[in-house]
Nanobody
Framework: QVQLVESGGGLVQAGGSLRLSCAHS????????MGWFRQAPGKEREFVAS????????SYRDSVEGRFTISRDNAKNTVYLQMNSLKIEDTAVYLC????????????WGQGTQVTVSS
């Protein structure tokens, strides 16, 4: 059983920074990719960023490009999301996710961590 455990959310003023972490468990699990989605109240879940585990190739949604950085630590089985220059519209529950293969989609999800950006 694979579990994803997020940490690092909180309350920050606009323009500030936060770093989210997500550790995956499961002794034999080797993700193809990991990523972050977010969901604000009354809105659909949206993709934020992803990273391919083998070569650290990354992808971002346009609105966070240049402000957010996704990275991974193989030894710690952990993916990070460094969020800088935060905006009020970044407020959401951020969910960590992992995929097993190229065509498997996103197979595992964390519980989510709240990020609130105030003015």
């Amino acid at each position: 059983q694979v579990q994803l455990v997020e940490s690092g959310g909180g309350l920050v003023q606009a323009g500030g920074s936060l770093r989210l972490s997500c550790a995956h468990s499961g002794r034999t699990f080797s993700p193809y990719r990991m990523g972050w989605f977010r969901q604000a109240p009354g809105k659909e879940r949206e993709f934020v960023a992803s990273i391919r585990w083998s070569d650290a190739s990354t992808s971002y949604r346009d609105s966070v490009e240049g402000r957010f950085t996704i990275s991974r630590d193989n030894a710690k089985n952990t993916v990070y999301l460094q969020m800088n220059s935060l905006k009020i519209e970044d407020t959401a529950v951020y969910l960590c996710t992992a995929g097993r293969g190229v065509i498997s989609g996103w197979d595992y999800w964390g519980q989510g961590t709240q990020v609130t950006v105030s003015s």
